[in-house]
């Protein structure tokens, strides 16, 4: 069974400093793996996903993600935070023994941008 | 267009009510999605629809009953909730429900659900 640890349920950064949310899971085959966005009161906008194509991915608003499969992790950068990057964030995973493309979210971290 | 759209906004309902929530993508994604999320949690799968058939029921409550009129609606039933139902009911769809691409899934704004 596939599962997603995000370590931190709350991030606090500074606007300008690097935002970096952790993101862990375990697969027993290769996995798609995605990062979702959601503001308050909103559901999900899709940041970024890798599919294994590239090892490093970009994704919108200057966000990228790097896939490590020794230390299967898949965490989330951005060089320097906005205030408007406060909000939810999930980090989500598929994997080919999974019927109907399910997704397995981890619990979510919360990143507030400090002025 | 990469947008699913969701009525109504919010909802409150008592509960003997009957209402449907909805659900409507125009991108062709043959597979469609609900959702449930609670305040401060990850959304969790309740039902996946794939070329209009339902494919997925992770073990829902008879009390919620999905349809899907055609590929591009999606609708969910609601009767008889309880107070615990009410959350945040998010649609979804992908290109399709197989895994072959990793298909991202396309999220709406949700319909914010208050049982009383």
């Known amino acids: 069974a596939q599962s997603v640890t995000q370590l931190g349920s709350h991030v606090s950064v500074s606007e300008g400093a690097l935002v970096l949310l952790r993101c862990n899971y375990s697969?027993?085959?290769?996995?798609?793996l995605f990062w979702y966005v959601q503001y308050p009161n909103q559901g999900l906008q899709l940041l970024l996903k890798?599919?294994?194509?590239?090892?490093l991915v970009k994704g919108i608003n200057g966000f990228e993600a790097e896939f490590k499969k020794s230390e299967t992790s898949f965490h989330l950068t951005k060089p320097s935070a906005h205030m408007s990057d406060a909000a939810e964030y999930f980090c989500?995973?598929?994997?080919?023994?999974?019927?109907?493309?399910?997704?397995?979210f981890g619990g979510g971290t919360r990143l507030m941008v400090k002025p | 267009d990469t947008e699913v759209t969701q009525t109504p906004k919010h909802l409150v309902m008592g509960m003997t009510n009957k209402k449907s929530l909805k659900c409507e993508q125009h991108?062709?994604?043959?597979?469609m999605y609900w959702y449930k999320q609670k305040a401060k949690k990850p959304p969790e799968l309740m039902f996946v629809?794939?070329?209009?058939?339902?494919?997925i029921n992770e073990s829902v409550p008879s009390r919620f009953s999905p349809e899907c009129p055609n590929s591009s609606l999606l609708n969910l039933h609601l009767h008889a909730l309880q107070p615990e139902d009410s959350a945040l009911y998010l649609c979804?769809?992908?290109?399709?429900?197989?895994?072959?691409?990793?298909?991202?899934?396309?999220f709406g704004p949700g319909t914010r659900l208050t049982v009383t």
């Open positions: 979804a769809s992908s290109q399709d429900a197989g895994l072959a691409e990793g298909y991202e899934q396309y």
């Open positions: 697969s027993s085959v290769p996995p798609y």
């Open positions: 629809y794939s070329y209009e058939k339902l494919s």
């Open positions: 991108m062709g994604h043959r597979a």
């Open positions: 890798y599919t294994s194509a590239a090892t």
């Open positions: 989500a995973v598929s994997d080919q023994d999974n019927a109907g493309n399910m997704l397995t």
